[in-house]
């Protein structure tokens, strides 16, 4: 598909084009312990490291880009309104991994439902319907999603 896929985008958005992850390094100190989730444990001397997080995640290829999420279509998935999206171009997409679809020149992030007796988008809402495509319509996996990062309101 030569053209690039467009939707609407929340107010304050950029238009959703990928953004090639491979700009720069995003160097953040790593504090060398673990944080708990459940019950406090002991103090602990801390450690701190530097760690570069597009090597960690897989941004640093060629193939990575960065789109933000726009709806609520994915939250069983555990992505959410906001969340910005790896996406890597040269993974293979298999049934059951989340893509970015662009179907009839929108993108689209789902879940790929792949098996004999057809193809179609899986939503991660119940209120969203899954997408069966029809005639006519054009169906390009863009990609496959490796990661979310979810920004919180401080």
Same mark, same amino acid.
């Given at each position: 598909?030569?053209?690039?896929?467009?939707?609407?985008? %929340?107010?304050? *958005?950029?238009?959703?084009?990928?953004? %090639?992850?491979?700009?720069?390094?995003? +160097?953040?100190?790593?504090?060398?312990?673990?944080?708990?989730?459940? *019950?406090?444990? %002991?103090?602990?001397?801390?450690?701190?490291?530097? +760690?570069?997080?597009?090597? +960690?995640?897989?941004?640093?290829?060629?193939?990575?880009? *960065?789109?933000?999420?726009?709806?609520?279509?994915?939250?069983?998935?555990?992505?959410?309104?906001?969340?910005?999206?790896?996406?890597?171009?040269?993974?293979?997409?298999?049934?059951?991994?989340?893509?970015?679809?662009?179907?009839?020149r929108d993108f689209l992030v789902k879940k790929?439902?792949?098996?004999?007796?057809?193809?179609?988008?899986?939503?991660?809402? %119940?209120?969203?319907?899954?997408?069966? +495509?029809?005639?006519?319509?054009?169906?390009?996996?863009?990609?496959?999603?490796?990661?979310?990062?979810?920004? *919180?309101?401080?």
């Amino acid at each position: 598909m030569n053209s690039i896929c467009k939707t609407a985008l %929340p107010v304050g *958005f950029e238009p959703m084009v990928p953004i %090639p992850a491979l700009q720069a390094p995003m +160097l953040v100190t790593l504090i060398c312990n673990k944080v708990q989730a459940g *019950f406090p444990s %002991p103090a602990e001397d801390l450690g701190m490291v530097r +760690l570069d997080l597009s090597k +960690l995640i897989g941004a640093d290829e060629e193939d990575a880009y *960065f789109m933000w999420v726009s709806g609520d279509s994915m939250v069983q998935f555990g992505i959410f309104d906001g969340d910005l999206v790896l996406i890597r171009k040269r993974k293979r997409p298999r049934h059951g991994q989340i893509v970015i679809a662009c179907l009839d020149r929108d993108f689209l992030v789902k879940k790929l439902y792949k098996k004999p007796d057809g193809t179609k988008l899986q939503a991660g809402n %119940p209120e969203v319907p899954d997408i069966v +495509l029809k005639d006519g319509q054009t169906l390009e996996i863009w990609g496959v999603v490796t990661n979310t990062v979810r920004m *919180f309101k401080a």
